[in-house]
């Protein structure tokens, strides 16, 4: 298991070296990269969730499982919200809120699928949409509240309607009701599905090499943040999956990876959005994506040993 993540993560890596040499050498630009980004989310990732709704079959252990996932993701978001509070103190001339947010979010929906798809195929991207679910409701929350001390309503009803949160209603809706798309629709959403893996980690890429690496590797906060985020964060979380060994050992295994992934690019483009500081955000994505190549398969080892 821990091998299928380690070569998993080591090829997302050299994609993101890609997206690197891309920036780099003018091939796409920083717009290009947010366009790029842009397609991802907005494309990309609702139709791979339709996709995985579509490519496993009704099963009532199935669906008691997508229900468990609901339910451990709820769960493992108080836990750290809590435990990232306890750690990361306020302080006047510190970015906690930026810190606390990279600790508590990660980018599950760009390195989480890809991983989920590694280890269970479409069975796992199943288990991630509704992981993906509570983490756009806590993230348009909890997460926006965090950065800017504002409630905005409209941002969470934003967020509701957001592509991905439509692509799982539509998924629900063929899953349950058992439709069965014609097979050249669905072997088209099958090519955009497969998209996925590369142009995330390309776009990643892009947005790892706008940053400054020299003064993310002299800010000590970055080391922290980066181990609360990839080891903390997922041992706790560990601990607390632990706690339900009566729930399948895919839907346990799917939320830790997607928990363990690196800080979300949300982040630094929600700091982009209100004026914050995006910089150190885009640092804590940057230095957390590369450490994760040596984090995940750590945490995931420990849990298979564990299971």
Not at 10 to 27: N, Q, R, T
Not at 73 to 98: C, D, F, M, P, Q
Not at 266 to 271: K, P, S, W
Request: hydrophobic share 55%.
């Amino acid at each position: 298991m821990a091998g299928i993540i380690t070569n998993q993560t080591i090829i997302m890596l050299l994609l993101i070296f890609v997206g690197i040499f891309a920036y780099k050498s003018k091939i796409i630009s920083k717009d290009g990269g947010k366009q790029l980004s842009a397609f991802v989310l907005e494309i990309v990732n609702p139709v791979i969730v339709i996709h995985a709704y579509m490519g496993v079959k009704y099963e009532t252990h199935l669906v008691v499982n997508l229900l468990w996932t609901f339910a451990l993701a709820v769960i493992t978001y108080i836990v750290s919200i809590v435990a990232v509070s306890i750690l990361v103190r306020k302080k006047e001339g510190r970015e906690y809120a930026i810190e606390r947010f990279s600790a508590v979010y990660s980018n599950c929906g760009f390195m989480g699928i890809p991983l989920a798809n590694a280890l269970y195929g479409l069975e796992g991207v199943f288990y991630v949409t509704a992981y993906l679910t509570i983490f756009f409701i806590f993230a348009w929350t909890h997460g926006i509240i965090q950065l800017t001390g504002e409630r905005d309503i409209k941002a969470v009803m934003k967020a509701l309607r957001s592509p991905t949160i439509v692509g799982v209603v539509v998924g629900l809706v063929l899953f349950f009701s058992r439709i069965s798309l014609p097979s050249i629709l669905s072997e088209t959403l099958g090519h955009i599905a497969a998209l996925n893996t590369p142009l995330a980690m390309v776009a990643s890429g892009v947005s790892v090499a706008q940053v400054n690496f020299l003064n993310a590797l002299k800010n000590k906060r970055v080391y922290i943040i980066s181990a609360m985020k990839l080891l903390i964060v997922p041992l706790v979380s560990m601990a607390v999956l632990l706690c339900f060994p009566f729930v399948s050992d895919e839907v346990r295994m799917v939320v830790l990876v997607l928990i363990s992934a690196p800080a979300a690019a949300m982040c630094t483009l929600q700091c982009q959005s209100h004026g914050l500081n995006d910089i150190y955000a885009s640092q804590l994505f940057a230095m957390t994506t590369i450490f994760s190549i040596a984090t995940m398969p750590l945490i995931v080892k420990i849990f298979s040993a564990f299971i």
